[in-house]
């Protein structure tokens, strides 16, 4: 079935560690996006990438790194860095045009212990 | 400043009652405007999408409208099913920008017996 896989579901890290969050899409889309979501907060964009080899910082990106070397993947690396990690992080992906719908992942749940 | 508002911020109802949603927006140039279902731990899914030039549309017991003058749109939810029960989020699609969509924090539905 077509559709975004993000893993892992659940991911628990301690202090001072790296952890990466993998994101893979069989949707052919060149966009591809992360959102931190919040309890009562909305979706914030960390990084977004519009093609292959090519990304951009979005609004909460300090504490994040990601790369985009195949069009299917888009993996998400939360750093030491960021000061409050403990978040469900959402994977998308967005067909052309500018109709605005995203395809999201399940999600992945990250606490810092 | 592009903005997206949503209320209220979460809402309680009886099995079988219908309520509506509201989102209020500042966003410009409009484009247009989608609302997305949120289950609890998934990722969200696009529900309709409003178009400058339509005022109502309708999905299943799910109805949309936009009045892009006023710059509200609302989502009504008739004979509600346990299942409803999500966060709804509207977000707004602008006609510039590579990062062009702007999100509402949501409404959290509760739908009980």
């Known amino acids: 079935d077509g559709g975004i896989t993000q893993s892992p579901k659940y991911l628990f890290r301690k202090e001072g560690q790296n952890v990466t969050l993998s994101c893979e899409q069989n949707?052919?889309?060149?966009?591809m996006y992360w959102y931190r979501q919040d309890p009562g907060q909305g979706l914030r964009l960390i990084y977004y990438?519009?093609?292959?080899?090519?990304?951009q910082k979005g609004d909460i990106a300090e504490g994040y790194s990601v790369s985009r070397e195949k069009k299917e993947s888009f993996p998400l690396t939360v750093t030491s860095a960021q000061k409050n990690p403990t978040a469900f992080y959402l994977c998308?992906?967005?067909?052309?045009?500018?109709?605005?719908?995203?395809?999201f992942g399940e999600g992945s749940r990250l606490t810092v212990l | 400043k592009n903005q997206v508002e949503q209320s209220p911020q979460s809402l309680i109802i009886l099995e079988g009652k219908n309520c509506t949603l509201q989102c209020n927006y500042t966003v410009s140039p409009f484009s247009n405007l989608r609302w997305y279902k949120q289950d609890t731990g998934r990722g969200p899914v696009s529900l309709t999408i409003m178009t400058f030039s339509e005022n109502t549309k309708s999905n299943g017991r799910y109805t949309a409208t936009l009045d892009a003058d006023t710059k509200q749109s609302s989502l009504h939810i008739t004979a509600s099913q346990l299942s409803d029960s999500a966060s709804y989020i509207c977000v707004v699609i602008s006609q510039t920008g590579a990062n062009n969509l702007f999100f509402g924090t949501g409404t959290r539905l509760t739908v009980i017996p």
């Open positions: 998308a992906s967005r067909p052309p045009g500018n109709t605005g719908e995203l395809f």
């Open positions: 990438s519009q093609i292959v080899n090519d990304f």
């Open positions: 949707l052919n889309h060149d966009a």
